[in-house]
T-cell receptor, first 115, second 113 residues
Framework: NAGVTQTPKFRVLKTGQSMTLLCAQD?????MYWYRQDPGMGLRLIHY???????AKGEVPDGYNVSRLKKQNFLLGLESAAPSQTSVYFC??????????????FGPGTRLTVL | AQSVSQHNHHVILSEAASLELGCNYS??????LFWYVQYPGQHLQLLLK??????LVKGIKGFEAEFIKSKFSFNLRKPSVQWSDTAEYFC???????????FGGGTRLMVKP
């Protein structure tokens, strides 16, 4: 049981490049979330999913797209990376909605730098 | 929209000192409140939560928090900190719909041995 895993752990991009971050969970959770963490700003929700095939916008969705084709995977895409997207990205998953559960599992994070 | 403020960005304490980290939120309705901790190099873990009932909640590792509805606050406390409490602490809030957690900016705590 690996919990929540994220790929890759580190990445450096040039402005305008694209990439996809992969989040995988093996706990059969319905809910999955992508956050970004910036100094002094805590975690901000980018997008989330309440089940396979569903996605919804969070607090800071601009510049990102997501897909949940399989229940266990939640992909975060950057079509044209910008320096403002330099951040640490965390994925999380849970049985029930984020605010109604005490067991939201976080991944180890992906540190992305956009030059 | 709801928001969360953590006024202490950095706190430095000596071991055995008492800790209180402030958290204030803005939301007019019923809220659920959380404190998360992120130890160096690790991901977020839940410290404690408040959904309803006794406004004084106890969490793991000797932490507790008090929900004061009239002050829109949910401050985190620990009577005697240890070096191992060095971490970043995040307050978070959600409304009853529960789909989205809103986090505060975090408080970085350093405990000197």
């Amino acid at each position: 049981n690996a919990g929540v895993t994220q790929t890759p752990k580190f990445r450096v991009l040039k402005t305008g490049q694209s990439m996809t971050l992969l989040c995988a969970q093996d706990m059969n959770h319905e809910y999955m979330y992508w956050y970004r963490q910036d100094p002094g700003m805590g975690l901000r929700l980018i997008h989330y999913s309440v089940g396979e095939g569903t996605t919804a916008k969070g607090e800071v969705p601009d510049g990102y797209n997501v897909s949940r084709l399989k229940k266990q995977n939640f992909l975060l895409g950057l079509e044209s990376a910008a320096p403002s997207q330099t951040s640490v990205y965390f994925c999380a998953s849970s049985w029930r909605p984020a605010g109604l559960t005490d067991t939201q599992y976080f991944g180890p994070g992906t540190r992305l730098t956009v030059l | 929209a709801q928001s969360v403020s953590q006024h202490n960005h950095h706190v430095i304490l000596s071991e055995a000192a008492s800790l209180e980290l402030g958290c204030n939120y803005s939301y007019g309705g019923t809220v659920n409140l959380f404190w998360y901790v992120q130890y160096p190099g690790q991901h977020l873990q839940l410290l404690l939560k408040y959904f309803s009932g006794d406004p004084l909640v106890k969490g793991i590792k000797g932490f507790e928090a008090e929900f004061i509805k009239s002050k829109f606050s949910f401050n985190l406390r620990k009577p005697s900190v240890q070096w191992s409490d060095t971490a970043e602490y995040f307050c978070a809030v959600t409304n009853n719909a529960g789909n989205m957690l809103t986090f505060g900016g975090g408080t970085r705590l350093m405990v000197k041995p």
